[in-house]
């Protein structure tokens, strides 16, 4: 039954705050998690060291530490981290970084007895390439839905990459590459990559036209691929690659940089040539300067931010999500800096096991969270008592809990001068907000919950919260 009885009101979607999570990272380039793992987040720092964040605590001895074979600063230093997905069973994780002479090298480590430190001595080398010029090294490394290991490179360097390597097919630069690192040592060429067999690109070609993929992501539910390759003098952008993609796309650079001609600068040609699915030049204020990817949110605490794709600008710190589908394109676009706080220098976007978005920015690790009253569950298990918390209430005033177990929707109540964010939403329990605007319910899921999706969400009488989806176990 439903919670209220209807009314005109409306609401737009949670605008969204940041709080912080964890100070003293050096300078935090990437944060990840291990697979299975709910309470550790592994943090890159680019001097060398991964340091481990574990119920929001930093802890003292990193995670691993090769200070000595890298030299932080510029675009260099230790840039990636990838855990494979079957961590749990051969404790392997792969970095990407640039040695001290400046060449990238992709190699893999296994962790120790102890499960907070790395095993230094396993190290072995995967992959290395030379790199020309000190800048556009790329560094992400990904594994995708298919288990093998992605690795986005850049141009090599300079200005204008005036080796045209990302074009060239013979060199690694400028490219997503695709390894098995399963089978054969140190890797094997999946038979799926697009141009195994032609004298004229490496095997271990997935994609060409890449000037710098800084960050790249999977869709965690769809497959779908989203590359975040940083522009030249003019233009920031993003490219698309569906789930259903046999690799072998060309992005470009350096004919075009976004969707623009570059070199030549008029008159080039782009047939065969993917587009990207958005773009944003540096003309505005705050300047903009390098973009920043990239997740799609996939989380349990702003269900209305399912399926929204986030990124940013290291320049100017913006905090912007879309949602992007092959037949509509970019639609439903979001400015949140406003709302964000974010301060510093972004320079990246992750996410820990249960989807909730995180940015590295400076030193500091931030929580990407909802703006106003915050509604905090638990995971819930059948039997088992817990409190579900509520914050930023309004102090000593009614708070309502209210649930659906068919997901979203837009369920005015015109007494509270509110919408609540659910589908058909009933009424769980009501308690009252105490001094500090803080509240509470205890709660205890009946066996009959088992496996069930429930959407929660806090109401009072002029705001709610945000909406957070629980599978019940």
């Keep these: 039954m439903g919670l209220f009885l209807f009314s005109n009101s409306a609401q737009a979607q949670v605008p969204l705050d940041t709080e912080v999570v964890a100070t003293g990272l050096g300078t935090s380039l990437l944060v990840t998690y291990a697979p299975g793992d709910r309470d550790r987040l592994f943090v890159v720092d680019q001097n060398g060291r991964i340091y481990i964040v574990k119920n929001g605590v930093k802890l003292t001895t990193p995670f691993l530490n090769i200070t000595g074979q890298t030299n932080g600063g510029g675009e260099r230093g230790l840039l990636g981290l990838a855990f494979h997905p079957d ?61 093998y290991l992605y ?27 695709r390894l098995d690192v399963d089978n054969g040592l140190p890797y094997s060429i999946p038979a799926s990559n697009p141009f195994v067999g032609d004298p004229n690109t490496l095997d271990e070609i997935w994609a060409t036209g890449l000037r710098n993929p800084w960050r790249f992501s999977f869709d965690r539910e769809t497959g779908d691929l989203y590359i975040a390759d940083v522009g030249q003098n003019a233009w920031e952008y993003i490219h698309f690659q569906p789930a259903s993609s046999t690799g072998g796309e060309n992005y470009g650079w350096r004919i075009i940089e976004g969707n623009h001609c570059y070199n030549p600068s008029v ?3 782009m047939n065969g040539l993917e587009m990207a699915i958005y773009e944003y030049d540096h ?41 992007y589908s092959q037949g509509a394109g970019v639609t439903d676009f979001s400015d949140h800096s406003a709302q964000s706080g974010i301060n510093g220098s972004d320079t990246s976007l992750g996410t820990d096991m249960d989807g909730e978005l995180y940015i590295c920015s400076g030193s500091t690790l931030l929580r ?13 298990f059948t039997g088992v008592a817990d409190t579900i918390e509520v914050e930023r209430c309004n102090p000593n005033q009614t708070v309502y809990l209210a649930f659906s177990f068919t997901g979203v929707g837009m ?8 919408t609540i964010m659910l589908n058909n939403p009933a009424l769980a329990a009501t308690t009252t907000a105490n001094g500090s605007g803080n509240a509470s319910f205890p709660i205890v899921p009946p066996g009959s919950l088992f496996d069930r999706t429930v959407w929660l969400e806090a109401v009072q009488n002029g705001q709610v919260s945000n909406v957070t989806m629980e599978v019940i176990e």
């Design 411 to 418: 369920f005015p109540v015109g007494q509270l001068g509110v």
């Design 87 to 147: 961590y749990a069973n051969n404790g392997w994780f792969f970095v990407n970084y640039t040695n001290n002479g400046g060449d990238t090298r992709v190699d893999r480590f296994t962790v120790s007895a102890n499960p907070d430190i790395a095993d230094l001595a396993s190290q072995t080398n995967i992959l290395g390439i030379g790199q020309p010029f000190s800048n556009h090294n790329g560094g992400d490394i990904r594994f995708g839905p298919d288990g």
């Design 283 to 323: 003309t505005f204020s705050p300047f903009r300067c390098c973009i920043i990817g990239s997740e799609t949110y996939r989380g349990r605490s702003m269900s209305n931010m399912q399926g929204r794709y986030f990124f940013t600008d290291s320049c100017s710190n913006e905090l912007w999500s879309f949602r």
């Design 267 to 269: 008159g080039c040609n």
């Design 368 to 380: 990407v969270v909802p703006n106003g009253m915050y509604l905090k569950v638990p995971h819930l």
């Design 151 to 177: 690795i986005g490179t850049g141009d090599g360097g300079s200005a204008g990459d005036p080796g045209n390597r990302a074009q060239n097919g013979l060199n690694l630069l400028g490219k997503m590459l």
